[in-house]
């Protein structure tokens, strides 16, 4: 606990485990046992399954703040209780991650924002990366046109210019009350004081073991003396990282992107192979952007536009299952899973097609049309597979959980989501020289060459390749949900690809299968994403017979483990229908373990 820390009730994750049993909100129990289609696929869990609620969400009254790191959240529950808004507390938690989810939270990536103030319209913030401005089409390709494997994964190559510092700094100046150096103190605290790793930290940070035993710059901070990982109990202190967080206090982005900073990035850059330069750095500017937005059973969606792909597929997705009573067909029965398996099918394979709005023109309203919807479902077959490779792009008939994201709310109502990353765990896999910042591999989300997919299987197309200053299509889909004018739910989670549908699901769990946030979060989830053709489950989502049902309608399955992290708050009850005593619910998924919901 960092000194003067103030200690939060939260919730972290654990509790009870009921395997094979997924507990609805009106406390019935239904069977949710591993699929027996998968049962030898050797990425299936066995007999065990995802965790399911079992406990109420966190309340709060003054505000809640739900991320992937407990002290991320203590931090944002400290903001909010000095008196800053939703977007101060954001950037505080977005600044603490850097340090205490070095995995995914960073200073060396980008992301999104979605802030929706209590009174007014919802704006989004993209400090996405951009591609250096040496960057070409076919720099992961070799003479014959191949992409080389790991080029665009692995190493100062993959690197794209980083937005991060430039997105928060300027979501605080526009929308924030309070100083930078305040935001920043609890960060830069952690930082140079260092926090005593739990469990959980030392899973997440052992994912990066390898990568840095090679980096020496890596290795001091991250493996002990002798080169084994860290462990439980050992207090990890990052004291290059605290003195860049302190640069940004005191000088703002021109602490990153100027000076010292940028200069040691470069000279690693350099160093590496890679392709920045200072006017790469001292270029990049964020974007303010209008929301995607998107109506669905009376609820307003404020969602990510391009160049995310995650928006566009979150509300195509809910225009196609508007058109069928999803409560009626029930919670993961063979209806219901066939209307939501073919309405992914058909977005994913229409959010090939997009890119970044700066170069190529998006057919978003096209997408989004209610009567494009209507087309798609009635070339819904009820009872039958639709073949992937029978749907076209915008014809009717690559990304994990390698990023993190978070939720906040104030006593004012104003709710911001927040979805960034280092694109796979610790990017590219090094430290840029004595700044202590782990650096992105987002050039591996353009298209390293049309018609390929990226490291999670989308394929690529040509409005997503790569040149200079672009910024490459993401699935993050950083969400929040409107009624009447007001904020209700904020969600969003990391899982690359699989962004969208668990963003789906949670929202399906609350409006309508009427569940409580927790458990909307806990759902197990379902993924399809056009190419590769089988189904995603997670184990345990859906019954043998429902699996057994589904095979006959021409349906195959692939099992793995518990994919993606969402973080979701609920206004004025646990459930939409269900009043509480206090004004804000969080929930924090228990799919990772250092999660937690904080309320003011």
Same mark, same amino acid.
């Given at each position: 606990?960092v000194?003067?820390?103030?200690?939060?009730?939260?919730?972290?994750?654990?509790?009870?485990?009921?395997?094979?049993?997924?507990?609805?909100s009106d406390?019935?129990?239904?069977?949710?046992?591993?699929?027996?289609?998968v049962?030898?696929?050797?990425?299936a869990?066995?007999?065990?399954?995802?965790?399911?609620?079992?406990a109420?969400?966190?309340?709060?009254?003054?505000?809640?703040?739900?991320?992937?790191?407990t002290l991320?959240?203590q931090?944002?529950?400290?903001i909010?209780?000095e008196?800053?808004?939703?977007?101060?507390?954001?950037?505080?938690v977005?600044?603490a991650?850097?340090v205490?989810?070095?995995?995914?939270?960073?200073l060396?990536?980008?992301?999104?924002?979605?802030?929706?103030?209590?009174?007014?319209?919802?704006v989004?913030?993209?400090f996405?990366?951009?591609a250096?401005?040496?960057?070409?089409?076919?720099?992961?390709?070799?003479?014959?046109?191949?992409?080389?494997?790991?080029?665009?994964?692995?190493?100062?190559?993959?690197?794209?210019?980083?937005?991060?510092?430039?997105?928060?700094?300027l979501?605080? %100046?526009?929308?924030?009350?309070?100083?930078?150096?305040?935001? @920043?103190?609890?960060?830069?605290?952690?930082?140079?004081?260092?926090?005593?790793?739990?469990?959980?930290?030392?899973?997440?940070?052992?994912?990066?073991?390898?990568?840095?035993?090679?980096?020496?710059?890596?290795?001091?901070?991250?493996?002990?003396?002798?080169g084994?990982?860290?462990?439980?109990?050992?207090?990890?202190? %990052?004291?290059?990282?605290?003195?860049?967080?302190?640069?940004?206090?005191?000088k703002?982005?021109?602490?990153?992107?100027?000076g010292?900073?940028?200069?040691?990035?470069?000279?690693?850059?350099?160093k590496?192979?890679?392709?920045?330069?200072?006017?790469?750095?001292?270029?990049?500017?964020?974007r303010?952007?209008?929301?995607?937005?998107?109506?669905?059973?009376g609820?307003?969606?404020?969602?990510?536009?391009?160049?995310?792909?995650?928006?566009?597929?979150?509300?195509e997705?809910?225009?196609?299952?508007s058109?069928y009573?999803?409560?009626?067909?029930?919670?993961?029965?063979?209806?219901?899973? %066939?209307?939501?398996?073919?309405? @992914?099918?058909?977005?994913?394979? =229409?959010r090939?097609d997009?890119?970044?709005p700066?170069?190529?023109?998006?057919?978003?309203?096209?997408?989004?049309?209610?009567?494009?919807?209507?087309?798609v479902?009635?070339a819904?077959?009820?009872?039958?597979?639709v073949p992937?490779?029978?749907?076209r792009?915008g014809?009717?008939?690559?990304?994990?959980?390698?990023?993190?994201?978070?939720?906040?709310?104030d006593?004012?109502g104003?709710?911001v989501?927040?979805?960034?990353?280092?694109?796979g765990?610790f990017?590219?896999?090094?430290v840029?020289?004595?700044?202590?910042?782990?650096?992105?591999?987002?050039?591996? =989300?353009f298209?390293?060459?049309?018609?390929?997919?990226?490291?999670?299987?989308?394929?690529?197309s040509?409005?997503?390749?790569i040149a200079?200053?672009?910024?490459?299509?993401?699935?993050m889909?950083?969400?929040?949900?409107?009624?009447?004018?007001?904020?209700?739910?904020?969600?969003?989670?990391?899982?690359?690809?699989?962004?969208?549908?668990?963003?789906?699901?949670?929202?399906?769990?609350?409006?309508?299968?009427?569940?409580?946030?927790?458990?909307?979060?806990?759902?197990?989830?379902?993924?399809?994403?056009?190419q590769?053709?089988?189904?995603?489950?997670?184990a345990g989502a859906?019954?043998?017979?429902?699996?057994a049902?589904?095979?006959?309608?021409?349906?195959?399955?692939?099992?793995?483990?518990h994919?993606g992290?969402?973080?979701?708050?609920?206004?004025?009850g646990?459930?939409?229908?269900?009043p509480g005593s206090?004004?804000?619910?969080?929930?924090?998924?228990?799919?990772?373990?250092?999660?937690?919901?904080?309320?003011?």
């Amino acid at each position: 606990m960092v000194a003067g820390l103030r200690r939060f009730p939260s919730r972290r994750a654990g509790g009870l485990l009921l395997a094979g049993v997924l507990l609805l909100s009106d406390g019935v129990a239904c069977a949710a046992a591993v699929p027996a289609a998968v049962q030898d696929d050797p990425l299936a869990f066995g007999g065990t399954s995802v965790p399911v609620a079992s406990a109420p969400p966190v309340g709060g009254h003054e505000g809640m703040v739900v991320s992937a790191q407990t002290l991320a959240s203590q931090v944002g529950a400290r903001i909010l209780h000095e008196g800053g808004n939703a977007v101060d507390a954001a950037v505080a938690v977005g600044y603490a991650l850097a340090v205490v989810y070095p995995a995914a939270g960073n200073l060396g990536g980008g992301g999104f924002m979605t802030l929706r103030p209590a009174n007014g319209p919802a704006v989004f913030l993209d400090f996405r990366e951009h591609a250096p401005a040496a960057a070409t089409a076919t720099m992961f390709q070799d003479a014959k046109g191949n992409v080389i494997p790991g080029l665009s994964t692995k190493g100062w190559k993959a690197v794209a210019i980083p937005g991060t510092v430039a997105g928060l700094e300027l979501a605080r %100046q526009r929308w924030g009350h309070l100083s930078r150096k305040q935001v @920043m103190a609890p960060a830069i605290a952690l930082a140079r004081d260092g926090f005593v790793l739990a469990p959980g930290d030392v899973e997440l940070i052992s994912h990066g073991n390898d990568d840095f035993r090679r980096d020496p710059v890596a290795r001091r901070s991250f493996l002990r003396r002798d080169g084994s990982g860290l462990q439980v109990g050992d207090r990890l202190v %990052q004291p290059e990282l605290a003195r860049v967080l302190e640069r940004i206090s005191r000088k703002g982005t021109d602490g990153f992107y100027e000076g010292k900073t940028a200069r040691e990035i470069v000279r690693a850059s350099r160093k590496g192979g890679g392709l920045l330069t200072r006017a790469d750095l001292s270029g990049y500017k964020p974007r303010i952007l209008p929301p995607l937005t998107c109506e669905y059973r009376g609820y307003h969606i404020d969602t990510a536009p391009p160049p995310s792909g995650g928006g566009v597929a979150l509300c195509e997705m809910l225009n196609i299952l508007s058109g069928y009573d999803m409560h009626r067909l029930g919670l993961y029965t063979v209806p219901a899973v %066939q209307r939501e398996v073919e309405a @992914m099918r058909h977005a994913y394979a =229409d959010r090939q097609d997009l890119g970044d709005p700066a170069f190529v023109s998006n057919p978003v309203d096209h997408l989004l049309d209610v009567n494009y919807a209507r087309q798609v479902r009635a070339a819904i077959p009820n009872a039958r597979a639709v073949p992937s490779a029978a749907v076209r792009p915008g014809v009717a008939g690559n990304e994990g959980q390698e990023t993190t994201h978070y939720s906040v709310m104030d006593r004012d109502g104003n709710a911001v989501a927040v979805t960034y990353t280092l694109n796979g765990w610790f990017g590219a896999g090094m430290v840029a020289g004595r700044t202590g910042v782990f650096m992105n591999d987002e050039m591996d =989300d353009f298209s390293t060459r049309p018609g390929a997919p990226n490291m999670f299987g989308i394929i690529g197309s040509k409005a997503n390749e790569i040149a200079p200053g672009k910024t490459p299509l993401s699935s993050m889909t950083p969400t929040v949900i409107s009624r009447n004018g007001k904020p209700v739910m904020v969600i969003g989670s990391p899982g690359g690809s699989r962004i969208p549908t668990i963003v789906l699901t949670s929202v399906l769990g609350v409006i309508d299968y009427g569940l409580d946030i927790q458990h909307a979060v806990d759902l197990p989830r379902i993924h399809e994403q056009w190419q590769p053709e089988p189904v995603q489950v997670e184990a345990g989502a859906l019954t043998p017979g429902v699996i057994a049902k589904l095979q006959r309608e021409g349906y195959s399955f692939r099992a793995y483990p518990h994919w993606g992290v969402a973080e979701g708050i609920l206004v004025g009850g646990p459930s939409l229908n269900t009043p509480g005593s206090d004004r804000y619910y969080g929930g924090a998924d228990r799919r990772h373990s250092t999660s937690a919901a904080v309320g003011e």
